[in-house]
């Protein structure tokens, strides 16, 4: 089993709905959750961080997540062209200094 | 701007050559790692420097040597590479690294390294 794990996609989305990316972790331990958007050719960016149980608003991000069923995501409201990318979700563990990345969901905000 | 230069940007080299990758951040930050990231992979951690000390060596081959002389700079010397190392090598600074920490990392844009 992956200790972070994401479809790879491509999800597609018309431009102006909802894009909702998941993410499965298995360290039930795990405290910490990132996600970043990584434009082709270029670096992982940070796009929002969650620590607790539930949902997490920024602007058009909302993370959410559920330790029980070691589960987070996020969605895009109002999707636009502008974000389509690959979006990688992280995890870090409660052992050791790993962050632990996913391989990352494409996604395609078509015009 | 993220704040983590990375050079050079791009990177061809033969097998038999030496090389290094250099990496400063700008961000007053405590911890810097080196990834690897290849095509369709996930990042893969490749080492972990919190306040210049090694804390983390992901199995890494030995052909790949890091450095670390102070916290904001981050070096992986390459020596007698293999053409599967061809990758995207990122570089990553954030607060700290400790088991504790939950601060995010922030990325340089990489070096594009291909082996000849």
């Known amino acids: 089993q992956k200790e972070v794990e994401q479809n790879s996609g491509p999800l597609s989305v018309p431009e102006g709905a909802i894009a909702s990316l998941n993410c499965t972790y298995s360290d039930r331990g795990s405290q910490s959750f990132f996600w970043y958007r990584q434009y082709s050719g270029k670096s992982p960016e940070l796009i929002m961080f969650i620590y607790s149980n539930g949902d997490k608003e920024d602007g058009r991000f909302t993370a959410q997540l559920n330790k029980a069923s070691q589960y987070v995501s996020l969605l895009i409201r109002d999707s636009q062209p502008s974000d389509s990318a690959t979006y990688l979700c992280a995890v870090k563990g409660t052992g050791g200094f790993k962050t632990i990345f996913g391989a990352g969901t494409r996604l395609f905000v078509k015009a | 701007e993220t704040g983590v230069t990375q050079t050079p940007r791009h990177l061809v080299m033969g097998m038999t050559n030496k090389k290094s990758l250099k990496c400063e951040q700008h961000?007053?930050?405590?911890?810097m790692y080196w990834y690897k990231q290849s095509a369709k992979k996930p990042l893969e951690l490749m080492f972990v420097?919190?306040?210049?000390?090694?804390?983390e060596n992901n199995s890494v081959p030995s052909r790949f040597s890091p450095e670390c002389p102070n916290s904001s700079h981050l070096f992986l010397h390459l020596h007698t590479l293999q053409p599967e190392d061809s990758a995207l090598y990122l570089c990553?600074?954030?607060?700290?690294?400790?088991?504790?920490?939950?601060?995010?990392?922030?990325f340089g844009d990489g070096t594009r390294l291909s082996i000849l």
């Open positions: 990553a600074s954030s607060q700290d690294s400790g088991q504790g920490s939950n601060q995010p990392q922030h």
């Open positions: 961000l007053g930050h405590n911890a």
């Open positions: 420097y919190n306040f210049k000390e090694q804390t």
